[in-house]
């Protein structure tokens, strides 16, 4: 049985900002490593990253000496041109209009639509499964990003919720356990869910 922890990375300054940082390959904060120390999540045998910094970073912090494994295809969404930019940068745009009045369906212009976004999720995460079964691997963590999580999470939880519904704070995450289905498709059963402040793991 395999059980993964699904862990949003700690919070940059675009983050503070409230921007929509995807493919901006920013730090953490100064003080997060602090805050983040504060999380005790459990060792995990192996850990699973995105290539961006925010996650390598958030995994070092969490996971000393634990070497992540890079998945690319784990990525936040590439925002295209509203990349970077906050709702009040945005302000008056009439594509940034167009996106809101679809709920968040429409491409981002000049970046991806939420299939491709969800569809490669979905294939990096697979992966990352699979290396555990060759591996033989128990317990995993993957330090990743909101998005990311949040696709997985609408995808193959089997506690029904919107894509908005399975959003995290910075640092926050999700322990789920994998079930494997018919037809050698995979299912996550939603265990518990770990907010701040420091909960007992």
């Not at 983050?15 to 920013?26: A, K, S, V």
Request: glycine share 12%; with cysteine; aromatic share 12%.
């Amino acid at each position: 049985m395999l059980r993964l922890w699904l862990i949003r990375h700690g919070q940059t300054p675009g983050n503070r900002l409230h921007r929509y940082i995807g493919i901006t390959d920013e730090s953490l904060c100064p003080e997060e490593y602090e805050r983040l120390g504060g999380f005790d999540y459990p060792c995990p045998e192996m850990v699973f990253s995105s290539p961006m910094k925010r996650c390598l970073e958030t995994a070092s912090v969490l996971f000393p000496g634990k070497e992540p494994y890079i998945l690319p295809d784990l990525s936040e969404c590439n925002f295209g041109r509203f990349e970077n930019r906050n709702y009040l940068e945005l302000s008056g745009d009439p594509d940034y209009q167009r996106w809101i009045d679809s709920d968040g369906t429409l491409p981002f212009p000049g970046g991806e639509s939420r299939e491709e976004f969800r569809s490669r999720n979905l294939e990096g995460f697979a992966r990352g499964v699979e290396v555990c079964r060759q591996r033989e691997i128990a317990r995993a963590a993957f330090v990743i990003h909101g998005g990311t999580i949040m696709n997985l999470m609408e995808s193959l939880a089997d506690v029904r919720r919107s894509f908005y519904g399975w959003h995290l704070e910075n640092g926050e995450g999700y322990l789920v356990q994998l079930e494997s289905g018919d037809g050698g498709g995979c299912g996550l059963s939603f265990i518990k869910e770990y907010k701040w402040p420091t909960q007992s793991f």
